[in-house]
């Protein structure tokens, strides 16, 4: 169709002539509301957005001669970690003559990377930087997988309250006739 036919069929329409495909030949186009157009891709930009997953390190702090409780702790951090998707960089931190002992940090990220193996893997094997020793452990689920998971699992437990809140304000309606029906009884015979 000719360029002027087209903008007068796009005019009595009232609508806007958008070129679709400029490399074809001939050039493609169409007929459509522009802002209309505009505003849809923004939002499923705006929806894609907020479906993608940034991958964070997150960072945890040992030294050698850690206490079992204190080492429990941070090993709970990690599987927090874990379990949302992000990679944990664990950093050994050696002092003084501790320098002196690297199997010890070895054998103590060995140890923590066996306690989370159903949930993560070693990324990067301990190596020596200095002071430090160094580790990072990778998810075995992506991030994605684990916003998803977490979000069904918030929704479920909004239902589950709003469940329970039903059945308290029902039970509370039933013990409120109940009350009412005990005290009517009572003031029939007392009127008699």
Known sequence: ????????????????????????????????DYGKFKYESAMKAREA?????????KEMKLRPKIDPHDYDTKKGHVVRFLKQGDKVKI????????????????????????DVEELGFIESNPKQDGRNMIMVL???????EAMAEAREAQA?????????????????TGEATAEAAAEAPAEASSDA
């Not at 169709?1 to 050039?27: F, G, I, N, S, W």
């Not at 909004?158 to 304000?169: D, L």
Request: aromatic residues 4%; positive net charge; glycine residues 4%.
């Open 91 to 114: 950093t050994i931190m050696f002092r003084g003559r501790e320098q002196s002992r690297p199997e010890l940090g070895f054998r103590l990220l060995q140890r923590l990377a066996s």
């Open 1 to 32: 169709m000719p360029l002027a036919k087209a903008l007068e069929l796009a005019q009595e329409y009232d609508l806007d002539l958008v070129e679709v495909a400029a490399t074809a030949r001939p050039p493609v186009c169409k007929l459509m």
């Open 156 to 172: 479920a437990r909004k239902a589950e309250r709003q469940g329970h809140a039903t059945e308290e304000s029902a039970d509370a």
């Open 49 to 57: 957005r907020k479906n993608q997953a940034h991958t964070v390190i």
């Open 138 to 144: 990778g998810p075995h689920k992506k991030k994605t």
